[in-house]
């Protein structure tokens, strides 16, 4: 699938709506809302946290907490959104239309931290070099105490 990155919102919903249609699923006004929280909100999500928020900016709509997971599930599938995972604590999401960034997570408020760094990435493709490897993707997790717990 084409990397959804830098595309304005109608044609992301463009998209959307071929996936639905491919996956024989009807379009909603409850899984557009889904999907336009997520695109007009950088943050990370739970899908509790997401559903509590589009039932907030839709209280028109009558949207379930079954149809934020699925449609989030089905975003995931087809690398339209990314997670991160907290085991038991389950996942945070967050639209895949960003910029290749990697995380630092704390691991006691689960903040996340979003980061770049090109030494890195060059280090990572070198590594995948020297081991004949052809490199198509990662995911780079650092996990820790942020600022905020140290200090408590």
Do not use: W
């Amino acid at each position: 699938m084409q990397s959804i990155e830098n595309l304005s919102y109608e044609e992301l919903l463009e998209r959307f709506k071929a996936l639905l249609k491919r996956n024989n699923l009807k379009y909603t006004m409850q899984r557009e809302a889904i999907l336009k929280t997520l695109y007009d909100h950088p943050d990370h999500f739970t899908p509790e946290n997401l559903y509590v928020l589009v039932k907030k900016n839709y209280p028109e709509l009558n949207t379930g907490i079954t149809t934020v997971y699925r449609t989030l599930n089905l975003l995931e599938d087809n690398h339209i959104a990314t997670s991160i995972s907290f085991g038991s604590a389950g996942k945070k999401f967050e639209l895949g239309n960003k910029p290749h960034h990697d995380h630092l997570i704390c691991e006691q408020c689960g903040d996340i931290v979003e980061f770049e760094n090109q030494e890195i990435e060059k280090l990572q493709e070198n590594i995948a070099k020297m081991h004949d490897f052809k490199l198509t993707n990662h995911l780079m997790q650092l996990y820790g105490i942020c600022k905020k717990c140290q200090l408590k």
